[in-house]
């Protein structure tokens, strides 16, 4: 079986002297792994493709024998420009790109999250300062896509719109009340969100990389929005960053 593939490439890992193995996030198959055999070599099969970050059409042949994807040839679609040689924003990809793969999302949100991991990286290729605040606006958002981030339009408890007065996020119980219904509310861990850190909330849910990357809120206010989102994922992902990369917590 025979099939064309548009990917986004997640990793190349070199094996024995001339292979590789790819692993690839597409909008209809989710990530999976397919070997270039070959690749390293063939110039004319994989030009220009098989680097990490790259946008590519591949044909794929899919082996009867063990149902393993081989990468039969590509076309290079699109590739960052810039943002190889800019370490801070680079690092900010990967960040990104490491959150992604330590929560792997169900088949109905395969097209979402090519389509936000696309636009993570184009707007980190493009954008000159991004906000420090854009890899934790991007975890909030893969939160939401997996259900895991409480609504913060209008108090949980009592149903109050939420605004200037802030709010009070709830993490065990993963929703966020107003300042009234606090307290009311039983122990556990709270994280307080002023006025500016729910609206940021509210921008990794509706809005995306492009404004994310522009955001320059109050210090205090990303920093309570950061603990929020940290305790958020950490409590309901089940993954804290640490040395690098993200493990179970
Ligand atoms: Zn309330």
Known sequence: MEYSDQALILAVKRFREID??????????????????GGLKSRRRFLGCLDPLNHVQFKVRRSGYRGYHCLAEGKLLDAPRQLRSHPQRLGMAVNCLKFFE???????????????????????????????LFPLLFRARMTFLHGMLPACGQCAVCGQPLGHDGAVCH?????????????????????????????????????????????????????EFSRAVDLLVRYHMGLAWEQGGFVRA
């Open 20 to 37: 590789a193995w790819v692993r690839l996030l597409s909008p209809t198959r989710g990530v999976y792994t397919a070997f270039a055999f």
């Open 171 to 223: 993490v065990e119980e993963g929703r966020v009340a107003c300042p009234d219904c606090r307290a009311a509310a039983s122990g556990g861990v709270h994280a307080r969100l002023g006025g500016e850190a729910l609206a940021l909330l509210a921008s990794a849910v509706e809005q995306g990389p492009e404004q994310w990357a522009a955001c320059r809120p109050h210090p205090a206010a990303g920093r």
């Open 102 to 132: 330590a929560a792997p999302v169900a088949p109905g949100s395969f097209a979402q999250a090519y389509g936000l991991m696309r636009a993570m990286l184009s707007t980190l290729d493009a954008a000159d300062e991004p906000s420090p």
